[in-house]
């Protein structure tokens, strides 16, 4: 029985022992990790915007009008990496429009709601289909940096099509 002792508490001190080096680490008193490190192309600006925990709303997107039933309010869309979003897609032509777009792949997908009515998902939808004039709200978080499409396939010559990109 003492050996299991011993062991359980060689485990014990040596767990305290490595957190307690982890944290000395991360406030070691140098002035080293103050050093700003050179610019490059790839590091991000003084004043780029930082995700938050409370999700954002993406400006709405609204696909056809009832003058003009090819038209959209917005082509392109800028997201920050590492926030949560809400966008609501709403259809007003009176066609029926397919949504499809990649980000959906590239995104933790939170739910979906429709008339106040939720999907919640484990994985991503392969399109958003407007059978008639209504609203659809997607919740999503950011995890891909990159640039995506968006478009209604049958309808993307006529100008249904643009990007979202992620920083």
């Known amino acids: 029985m003492s050996n299991y002792r011993k062991i359980a508490f060689a485990v014990l001190l040596g767990s305290a022992m490595s957190l307690s080096h982890a944290f000395a ?13 050179a610019a490059t192309e790839t590091a991000a600006p003084a004043d780029a915007e930082k995700p938050t925990r409370a999700s954002k709303d993406v400006p709405e997107l ?72 209504g609203t659809i709200q997607v919740q999503f978080t950011t995890v891909r940096p990159g640039i995506y499409t968006w478009s209604v396939p049958d309808l993307a010559d006529k100008g249904m099509k643009g990007t979202i990109t992620i920083k």
Do not use: C
Request: hydrophobic share 40%; charged share 25%; no cysteine.
């Open 62 to 133: 609204v696909l056809g009008t009832k003058d003009d039933q090819f038209a959209v309010n917005q082509k392109d869309f800028t997201l920050i990496s590492g926030q949560g979003y809400r966008w609501k897609i709403t259809a007003q032509g009176g066609l029926e429009y397919k949504f499809a777009t990649d980000l959906f792949r590239n995104v933790w997908n939170n739910q979906i709601v429709i008339s106040d009515l939720e999907v919640h998902m484990n994985g991503a939808p392969a399109w958003l289909e407007f059978d008639a004039d």
């Open 25 to 37: 680490q991360d406030n070691d008193g140098d002035d080293d990790d103050a050093a700003a490190p």
